[in-house]
T-cell receptor, first 110, second 114 residues
Framework: GENVEQHPSTLSVQEGDSAVIKCTYS??????FPWYKQELGKGPQLIID?????GEKKDQRIAVTLNKTAKHFSLHITETQPEDSAVYFC?????????FGTGTRLLVSP | EAQVTQNPRYLITVTGKKLTVTCSQN?????MSWYRQDPGLGLRQIYY???????DKGDVPEGYKVSRKEKRNFPLILESPSPNQTSLYFC?????????????FGEGSRLTVL
């Protein structure tokens, strides 16, 4: 089945810096790759996703890139702000389900 | 307001005492799922349901049961809870199914089994 690895597990940046979180997946049949943000005490919320027919997608300060050959995808956050502090999960499609990475705790210091 | 509602949000119980965590969604979604979140392990799927009366095991189903008698409700049942089921539980729903559509999560239920 699908296996998703996510790195780093924690990431500390200064406000205004960029942050990059990387994930790799194992199932070459996976075709949908969402990213979720989990704020303290809340459930995860979708922030951006990408499908296998697209190499890059951007939404304001957030972008995701996908390399199907290498089976990895990344989340890029530019001009980070304190409100970006949260846990971020990548995911990839498995059979009838999403398989999540283990999460990255992002801390943005003012 | 579109939402997934879980109850209870917090629960402390003892080994062997049956409990049910309820989940309800008001978005008319066909797909619903339960996850548990543990430090260093991310979100792992327990059970999922593609539609009414259709349920299937996820990656960590041992010790859990579910039912889907109505489209909006998907309760998680722990028949005989054990300490290794201490975790943060999330219910989620999706219109299109987890493979292609956005998952909407509840706010979580933190369960402690003593």
């Amino acid at each position: 089945g699908e296996n998703v690895e996510q790195h780093p597990s924690t990431l500390s940046v200064q406000e205004g810096d960029s942050a990059v979180i990387k994930c790799t997946y194992s199932d070459s049949a996976s075709n949908y790759f969402p990213w979720y943000k989990q704020e303290l005490g809340k459930g995860p919320q979708l922030i951006i996703d990408i499908r296998s027919n697209v190499g890059e997608k951007k939404d304001q300060r957030i972008a995701v890139t996908l390399n199907k050959t290498a089976k990895h995808f990344s989340l890029h956050i530019t001009e980070t702000q304190p409100e970006d502090s949260a846990v971020y999960f990548c995911a990839a499609t498995g059979f009838q389900k999403l398989v999540f990475g283990t999460g990255t705790r992002l801390l943005v210091s003012p | 307001e579109a939402q997934v509602t879980q109850n209870p949000r917090y629960l402390i119980t003892v080994t062997g005492k049956k409990l049910t965590v309820t989940c309800s969604q008001n978005m008319n979604h066909e797909y619903m799922s339960w996850y548990r979140q543990d430090p260093g392990l991310g979100l792992r799927q327990i059970y999922y349901s593609m539609n009414v009366e259709v349920t299937d095991k996820g990656d960590v189903p041992e010790g859990y049961k579910v039912s889907r008698k109505e489209k909006r409700n998907f309760p998680l049942i722990l028949e005989s809870p054990s300490p290794n089921q201490t975790s943060l539980y999330f219910c989620a729903s999706s219109l299109q199914g987890a493979r292609t559509g956005e998952l909407f999560f509840g706010e979580g239920s933190r369960l402690t089994v003593l």
